[in-house]
Structures are given as C-alpha cells and as structure tokens.
Nanobody, 128 residues
Framework: QVQLVESGGGLVQAGGSLRLSCAAS????????MGWFRQAPGNERDFVAA????????EYADSVKGRFTISRDNAKNTVYLQMNSLKPEDTAVYYC?????????????????????WGQGTQVTVSS
C-alpha cells in the first residue's frame, strides 16, 4: 500500500532553517505530483507547496513564497521542503501528500481534496 513518511521537523529559532523530507513507497513515485500542507492548532489544513511529477512546475502559498522551496528526487522517491527565514507563524504540523488523480501531468494541485494519500505529519515549532 502507499506509504508517506515525513521527517526533519523540530524546534528552531525565528530566522532559522529546516529541511523536511517525505519518503514514498508503494507507488510509482515519479509519475505523480506531491504536495506539502500544514495545520496549526485550531486551524484548517492549509496548502504550502506542490510540485509536478517531473519537478518542472511548482506552486507556493503566498505566505511562504520566497522562503520555502519544494523539490523532489525521483531516484530516491523523496520530496523535500526547504524552509528558510522561518517565522513563529510557520509553527504547525507539516504533512506531505500525493495525488494519483493526475498521472504525468504538469499540474501541481493546491487543494487538499485533490490528494488521496497523506503522511502522518511532522511537527515544526519556530520560537520567537
């Protein structure tokens, strides 16, 4: 079955950096778009970034544009989220997700409803 396992979360001071990883198994990783979402306590799960199957198309939430970078290594079945200039408002549980609805499409979806498999999440805490 499809499994997504996130890692790399932790506690960091404002202005610092973290790199999240998400390792996928149980599917042909290189055929599908991947996304990162986050959820803070009391909030809905929000879109952060997405990347198309080949990495040629990326999308970012306005709140992270210019600070976060999504990338993927299809040889390692892994997607990354490099987070720089972190702010306390970036504190959340971060989830990676895969959509199998759009095989080998340049589309990088922003809606959580467009993703069908999710990881368990990794906590990111940014102190002020």
């Amino acid at each position: 079955q499809v499994q997504l396992v996130e890692s790399g979360g932790g506690l960091v001071q404002a202005g610092g950096s973290l790199r999240l990883s998400c390792a996928a198994s149980g599917l042909t990783f290189s055929s599908y778009a991947m996304g990162w979402f986050r959820q803070a306590p009391g909030n809905e799960r929000d879109f952060v970034a997405a990347i198309s199957w080949g990495g040629g198309n990326t999308e970012y939430a306005d709140s992270v544009k210019g600070r976060f970078t999504i990338s993927r290594d299809n040889a390692k079945n892994t997607v990354y989220l490099q987070m720089n200039s972190l702010k306390p408002e970036d504190t959340a549980v971060y989830y990676c997700a895969v959509t199998t609805f759009y095989k080998r499409s340049s589309y990088a979806p922003r809606g959580s409803y467009e993703y069908d498999y999710w990881g368990q999440g990794t906590q990111v805490t940014v102190s002020s």
